[in-house]
């Protein structure tokens, strides 16, 4: 199994002291200039959490659309999209035109969302639940119509004066292969096996909405096998990807010092927590001596069940120094789990 890496971001933006991301174009620009300078290093992957009503990234394509036209190499992708707030059809022409644009390097995540500042938000753009139906139901009816849309089902009569004929039209443009490179951000271990059914690939955080007592590694490790185990019985043809979300900070510098060095101990330890009127574990935070924390992901059991490891940035601490945790996680970190950079092949001589 190929391991992979990428960069996530949250695309926080603040105007206060310290902050290198002071505006959405600030964190939108940097967004942008992050993901090259983590394809030069052979990082894998670019992806950005999408939120509303916040000081965050929130409309993922354009953004997309434009990392894709700067890199070549590197994946783009979003964990994840919330898709209560989504209209099914101009989500199909947006994700298709940005994976058109950077090649079908598109990996696009979506799932119902987290908890969020607005109350009933995607209510406020215009997507209520029908009566009897949650708001899980709501996300999950509407990544059913984005799936089929992008496969190519007709969604629209077709007008005979202007088409010549009758029947079902497809929306334009669309990319042959983006079907298999949707994901579900799953919570617990039984959206992962309903993920598994449905074709999905899996993405699973740094937080799992429920608790058995056991480490988080290595119930996320056991969500992971239940997902694979229900991929096979469910006969897909293809291999199906999963990745999984930390926390990595290597202490290198007098600068990673200052900003991460004490008060991380608090953070080293999973934490039991309530989210959404129920318990949750969170996972812990690995930051300290690159050696160390090297040793403490190769032994992390849900790193190694997954193919894919996306690593949560402070984006506001700006392009230099994310670069910079990126590189020390390149060089000093990520091989020992079995990861080499995605570098491009040598010139002929």
């Known amino acids: 199994m190929k391991k992979r890496i990428g960069f996530l971001s949250f695309g926080h933006y603040q ?49 997309l659309a434009a990392i894709g036209a700067r890199t070549s190499r590197i994946e783009i992708g979003t964990a994840v999209i919330d898709m209560r707030y989504e209209n099914p059809l101009y989500m199909a022409e947006e994700a298709a035109a940005a994976d058109l644009i950077s090649g079908e390097r598109l990996q696009l995540g979506v799932s119902r969302g987290s908890p969020e500042t607005a109350l009933r938000g ?28 992008i496969a190519g089902a007709g969604v629209a009569s077709a007008n005979p004066q202007m088409t010549g004929h009758t029947g079902a039209l497809a929306i334009e443009p669309r990319s042959a292969t983006l ?11 039984a959206t ?12 699973s955080s740094t937080l799992l909405t429920e608790d058995t007592g056991v480490p988080f590694d290595e119930l996320q490790a056991e969500q992971i096998a ?28 007098d600068l990673d010092r200052r900003y991460f060095g004490s008060g991380a101990a608090g953070e080293s330890q999973d934490q039991i927590g309530h989210l959404d009127g129920g ?71």
Do not use: M
Request: no cysteine; aromatic share 8%.
């Open 226 to 253: 239940l997902y694979r185990s229900a991929w096979a019985s469910a006969g897909h043809t293809r291999e199906p990807r999963v990745s999984v979300s930390r926390s990595v900070i290597p202490i290198t510098s």
């Open 279 to 349: 318990l949750a574990r969170f996972g812990r935070s690995y930051t300290g001596e690159p050696d160390v924390i090297a040793a403490e992901l190769a032994a992390d059991a849900a790193v190694q069940a997954a193919d894919t490891v996306l690593l949560t940035v402070p984006n506001q601490l700006g392009v230099d120094y994310n670069a910079h945790l990126l590189e020390q996680i390149a060089l000093h970190v990520a091989p020992a789990f079995g990861w080499t950079p995605n570098l491009p092949a040598p010139a002929l001589a």
């Open 15 to 63: 105007p206060v002291p310290g902050s290198q991301a002071r505006t959405a174009r600030d964190a939108l620009v940097q967004s942008i200039e992050l993901a090259e300078a983590a394809e030069e290093l052979g990082i894998d992957g670019a992806y950005v959490r999408v939120h509303h009503f916040a000081r965050q990234l929130a409309s993922p394509f354009p953004l």
């Open 122 to 149: 995607s209510e406020s753009f215009g997507y209520v639940p029908a009566d009897g139906q949650t708001d899980a139901d709501l996300a999950r009816t509407h990544t059913e119509i984005f799936r089929a849309a």
């Open 179 to 189: 079907g298999d490179r949707i994901w579900w951000g799953s919570g617990t271990r």
């Open 192 to 203: 992962a096996v309903w993920a598994a059914e449905q074709g999905l690939n899996l993405q």
